[in-house]
């Protein structure tokens, strides 16, 4: 069974930083891409930013410039460097593992991200 991990949310002032990290178990059939996606309340779930198993990376144009993400496919681990953070980013942030074979995804539970004075 797949269990993906999060950790690295809390709360932070606005400009401040906070690094996500996700840590996949389990039997995964490749790694075709990884990424971050958040739901704030109200709100649908949001691409943040991905990278595909080539090393390409897509972000949301609102974290451009901000936010950083990183992976080890030989760990199946995936991180979110959050800098210059505002409270539009206040969001569950969830962790997201496609799958080559399948193209199953899979999901974390989410950390909670609060940026607020």
């Known amino acids: 069974q797949v269990q993906l991990v999060e950790s690295g949310g809390g709360l932070v002032q606005p400009g401040g930083s906070l690094r996500l990290s996700c840590a996949a178990s389990?039997?995964?059939?490749?790694?075709?891409?990884m990424g971050w996606y958040r739901q704030a309340p109200g709100k649908q779930r949001e691409l943040v930013a991905t990278?595909?198993?080539?090393?390409?990376?897509n972000y949301a144009d609102s974290v451009k410039e901000r936010f950083t993400i990183s992976r080890d496919i030989a760990k199946k681990t995936t991180y979110l460097q959050m800098n210059s953070l505002k409270p539009e980013d206040t969001a569950l942030y969830y962790c997201?593992?496609?799958?080559?074979?399948?193209?199953?995804?899979?999901w974390g539970q989410g950390t909670q991200v609060t940026v607020s004075s």
């Open positions: 389990g039997m995964i059939f490749g790694i075709n891409s």
């Open positions: 990278v595909a198993r080539t090393g390409s990376t």
């Open positions: 997201n593992i496609r799958s080559i074979i399948g193209n199953v995804d899979y």
